[in-house]
């Protein structure tokens, strides 16, 4: 099959999934998830070799091709995409994107591998080299944070319990599709993760598996009390279980985002109306090779996420 039919086939099953399914906080009801459930994604092959890393670590930084390939020709002086040059409110929106990945890139690392692991894209994630246009894909996956409809989404989210978020996480894993990028919220910081399995440790105490950016090929997970509504997850220790000070919170201080809301969101700065994104589809996915200031216990870099009373950006703490 050719790279072009793969390409289409993964926009077109983004957009079933996006008509079939809801998103964001309304529509139906998941159904109560009491067993264990999981996808086939795992950190190896599935993840990235490579941790999150700051913008620093990389010569690549998010430009007038990006927002070319993301929004189009609304993007451009003159609607000209070849070269494009972006026009000033375009710029500006590049600008913040640049300015909020200094720390790190975790948001765009887990919508990238979401969107590999869907597409059932090849080579497997865990092969590829963090350069050129794999690194791009990155940041375009980074940027989609910043489109309010994500960010709406993931207020949303936030009203709701983390029992709604664990059967809402199985019924994504019921079609084996990892639909959900997972935003974690503390004082020390925001990091998003990537869910792709769900265990119980007892009938209310839920593990969710997840491919943390961080720690590549590693087994991370996030706790969840679906009793108390608390939640804990270890950022910074090399083994989750000996965690001497691991996140914690509450419902409220943790969030879904989904591939399907991104795919639909319009563009941020093309004023009234806002056209629809030129096909996010398309441009968080190809072209791919073949077919906070740090703080306390961060990896180097993760400046994606902020505080839930923000505009979240995921990767607030950045790589420990």
Not at 43 to 53: R, V
Not at 104 to 115: D, F, K, P, Q, Y
Not at 200 to 225: H, L
Request: with cysteine; charged share 25%; aromatic share 8%.
């Amino acid at each position: 099959m050719s790279r072009t039919s793969r390409l289409v086939q993964v926009i077109v099953a983004i957009v079933l999934v996006a008509s079939s399914c809801a998103g964001g906080g309304g529509g139906d009801v998941a159904p109560e998830v009491t067993v264990p459930i999981a996808t086939e994604l795992r950190p190896t092959p599935d993840g990235y070799s490579f941790p999150n890393f700051a913008a620093s670590a990389v010569p690549e930084v998010f430009d007038d091709a990006d927002l070319s390939a993301m929004f189009g020709e609304q993007a451009c002086v003159d609607g000209v995409t070849t070269p494009c040059v972006a026009t000033a409110e375009a710029a500006a929106w590049a600008r913040m994107v640049n300015q909020s990945r200094l720390a790190g890139h975790c948001e765009g690392l887990a919508v990238e591998a979401a969107l590999r692991f869907d597409g059932q894209m090849t080579p497997p994630t865990f092969e590829l080299v963090n350069q050129g246009d794999v690194t791009r894909q990155i940041l375009r996956g980074f940027a989609t944070q910043f489109l309010p409809e994500v960010q709406e989404e993931r207020d949303q989210w936030a009203t709701r319990s983390l029992r709604e978020i664990v059967n809402e996480l199985g019924k994504s894993f019921s079609r084996g599709t990892n639909e959900y990028v997972l935003g974690l919220y503390t004082p020390r910081g925001g990091h998003a993760v990537l869910p792709y399995a769900i265990d119980f440790e007892t009938q209310d105490v839920a593990i969710v598996r997840v491919y943390d950016s961080n720690w590549p090929g590693r087994n991370r997970y996030v706790r969840m009390d679906l009793t108390a509504d608390t939640w804990s997850f270890s950022f910074a220790a090399e083994e989750p279980t000996k965690d001497p000070s691991p996140w914690t919170g509450i419902a409220g201080d943790i969030d879904l985002a989904s591939l399907d809301v991104r795919s639909q969101s319009k563009c941020p700065f093309c004023g009234e109306g806002r056209g629809s994104l030129d096909d996010v589809g398309a441009a968080l996915v190809g072209p791919h090779l073949h077919d906070v200031d740090a703080s306390e216990g961060e990896r180097p870099a993760d400046r994606g996420l902020v505080g839930r009373r923000q505009p979240r950006r995921v990767g607030d703490d950045g790589p420990h």
